[in-house]
């Protein structure tokens, strides 16, 4: 199949308001795909590229691109290829290399897909083909039901490597897709919830544990073999070793573990968020920063047991299992209950130990990998949302010289890109002024004046005081005292909160 084919179908879709008209053109192409080309083509309509790392900024797209070619002859397989090869590249010049691929490749492209291209490597493909839409095309391409697809993405990481053994081989296919060792689910998240008297009036009695503002962690136990993997699944296991070794010394065969690490100060507090990510950075001493900044677990699920998955087992059976296989010190601090003076309590002893708030888990919840349910709530002191810096604007008198006021968005899972939810410059420390301008200027994509727009990568968490109505943009919300609270690195633009999530706030 060509380029040009999936781009066609991509700028179609765009153009097509209904949902289900939308899946029905999105199948139509699954269905002529080659084996091959499955997993690429279901990469590109979702928005992204199968490629964790390209490292192509928007100045070098910018400098690659070359007059179009006036016919389509560029292979789907062939572009894929072309940015394998540039997410390879490393080293002294890398980006010369990076661009003359790019080159070599726009040389043989159309107009329409070197436009398709750059939006694609930019995160600007506001297509409508989201996750959502793209399961249920799979699922009307291969007649397997909706659900059923869902559920062996979040097993399998997401929908791309599930996209070919789907299509070629149907459920038999997909099979293979259930919880494993060594390889990571997708966490589960949480809602939202104002307090403690709404999460007990939505969940009844509930289990109460402690928000850490931690690193989110995933623990792999086979024997004597340990793997660590990090919220964005990828493999940390050499970055904290006292965790692998507290992992390996615990009494099960076979294991997987949820939980936070933390590094604590010495009375026992919790350091910043900041603080205990210092321990993942890319160039380390490992030795050196384990006896500087130690780290410790606090475990709060474990989702398989010696040869068994406990996805589906009731959340009340599965920390059971935890207590009887962590010791206490390496457990969430937790309570059960359906008071809430008592849940109040707790809150209060959750702060003053310098943890975030709570979470709220119904006591018959499975683990539902990878979604974000309402069986899971989290109850912070102030309220915040994780928004994507979409543009920022450069700063006057102290500030000048550095980008300053963000501007914020929430994804759009209705309309695809992000929901403008208004601009703030407070929170912000020299510091973070000073990795904010350097980090955004990498992500710049345009400029006027007055502000630099960037590829909507970031994210920052904003905590606010509440959500008004705002005739002054398009999504008619904006935060109030909105302010920065920390940037998170560790998640991705596509884990950030929704303009659903935020519409519910605001009622």
């Known amino acids: 199949m060509l380029l040009a084919e999936v781009a066609e179908v991509s700028r179609k879709v765009a153009q097509i308001p209904g949902r289900l008209e939308k899946i029905g053109r999105i199948a139509g192409l699954l269905r002529q795909l080659a084996p091959e080309e499955m997993e690429i083509a279901v990469a590109y309509l979702a928005g992204g590229v199968r490629q964790t790392r390209i490292g192509i900024?928007?100045?070098?797209?910018?400098?690659?691109?070359?007059?179009?070619?006036?016919?389509?002859?560029?292979?789907?397989?062939?572009?894929?290829?072309?940015?394998e090869a540039i997410a390879a590249e490393r080293g002294p010049g890398s980006e010369q290399r990076k661009r003359e691929l790019l080159g070599g490749m726009f040389a043989r492209a159309t107009r329409e897909e070197q436009d398709f291209l750059?939006?694609?490597?930019?995160?600007?493909?506001?297509?409508?083909?989201?996750?959502?839409?793209?399961?249920?095309?799979?699922?009307?391409?291969?007649?397997?039901?909706?659900?059923?697809?869902r559920r062996a993405a979040m097993l399998a990481g997401?929908?791309?490597?599930?996209?070919?053994?789907?299509?070629?081989?149907?459920?038999?296919?997909?099979?293979?897709?259930?919880?494993?060792?060594?390889?990571?689910?997708?966490?589960?998240?949480?809602?939202?919830?104002?307090?403690?008297?709404?999460?007990?009036?939505?969940?009844?009695?509930?289990?109460?544990?402690?928000?850490?503002?931690?690193?989110?962690?995933?623990?792999?136990?086979?024997?004597?073999?340990?793997?660590?993997?990090?919220?964005?699944?990828?493999?940390?296991?050499?970055?904290?070793?006292?965790?692998?070794?507290?992992?390996?010394?615990?009494?099960?065969?076979?294991?997987?573990?949820?939980?936070?690490?933390?590094?604590?100060?010495?009375?026992?507090?919790?350091?910043?968020?900041?603080?205990?990510?210092?321990?993942?950075?890319?160039?380390?001493?490992?030795?050196?920063?384990?006896?500087?900044?130690?780290?410790q677990p606090f475990w709060f699920d474990v989702v398989y047991l010696d040869g068994g998955p406990l996805i589906d087992e009731p959340q009340e059976r599965r920390f059971a299992e935890l207590e009887r296989l962590a010791?206490?010190?390496a457990i969430v601090p937790h309570l059960w209950t359906a008071d809430t003076a008592r849940a109040e309590?707790?809150?209060?002893?959750?702060?003053?130990?310098?943890?975030?708030?709570?979470?709220?888990?119904?006591?018959?919840?499975?683990?539902?990998?990878?979604?974000?349910g309402q069986s899971w709530l989290k109850i912070k002191q102030a309220r915040t949302l994780d928004l994507v810096v979409l543009a920022a604007e450069w700063g006057h008198g102290r500030r000048h010289?550095?980008?300053s006021n963000l501007h914020l968005g929430a994804r759009d899972t209705v309309r695809g890109g992000f929901a403008m939810l208004g601009k703030t410059f407070k929170g912000l420390t020299d510091e973070m002024l000073e990795w904010q301008t350097r980090k955004l200027l990498?992500?710049?994509?345009?400029?006027?004046?007055?502000?630099?727009y960037v590829n909507p990568k970031l994210v920052v968490e904003i905590a606010f005081n509440?959500?008004?109505?705002?005739?002054?943009?398009?999504?008619?919300?904006?935060?109030?005292?909105?302010?920065?609270?920390?940037?998170?690195?560790?998640?991705?633009?596509?884990?950030?909160d929704t303009f659903e999530t935020v519409q519910k706030l605001a009622q």
């Open 57 to 83: 900024g928007y100045a070098t797209l910018q400098n690659a691109l070359t007059p179009p070619a006036p016919t389509a002859s560029l292979p789907l397989l062939e572009a894929d290829r072309v940015l």
């Open 118 to 149: 750059v939006r694609l490597l930019t995160g600007e493909l506001r297509q409508g083909a989201l996750a959502g839409v793209m399961a249920d095309s799979l699922a009307k391409a291969s007649g397997i039901a909706g659900d059923r697809i």
């Open 158 to 295: 997401g929908l791309v490597p599930l996209a070919r053994p789907l299509l070629e081989q149907g459920e038999s296919g997909i099979a293979q897709f259930e919880v494993q060792l060594f390889r990571p689910v997708q966490p589960m998240l949480a809602q939202t919830a104002k307090d403690v008297r709404e999460a007990l009036a939505e969940l009844s009695e509930a289990a109460l544990e402690y928000k850490f503002d931690g690193a989110r962690v995933q623990a792999h136990k086979a024997g004597d073999r340990v793997a660590i993997y990090s919220r964005r699944l990828n493999d940390v296991t050499s970055a904290i070793p006292e965790i692998a070794e507290a992992v390996r010394a615990l009494p099960a065969n076979e294991l997987i573990l949820d939980g936070e690490v933390i590094a604590l100060d010495e009375s026992g507090r919790p350091r910043s968020f900041q603080t205990t990510m210092r321990r993942f950075g890319r160039k380390l001493d490992v030795a050196a920063m384990r006896r500087e900044l130690p780290v």
């Open 327 to 329: 010791p206490e010190t």
């Open 345 to 372: 309590e707790f809150l209060h002893a959750a702060l003053a130990s310098g943890n975030e708030g709570l979470m709220a888990k119904a006591k018959s919840s499975a683990y539902m990998a990878g979604r974000r």
């Open 401 to 403: 010289g550095w980008l």
């Open 442 to 452: 990498e992500l710049e994509a345009a400029r006027d004046q007055y502000t630099v």
């Open 466 to 496: 509440e959500i008004q109505v705002s005739p002054r943009y398009s999504s008619g919300l904006a935060l109030r005292f909105a302010r920065v609270k920390r940037y998170r690195p560790d998640k991705s633009a596509s884990e950030a």
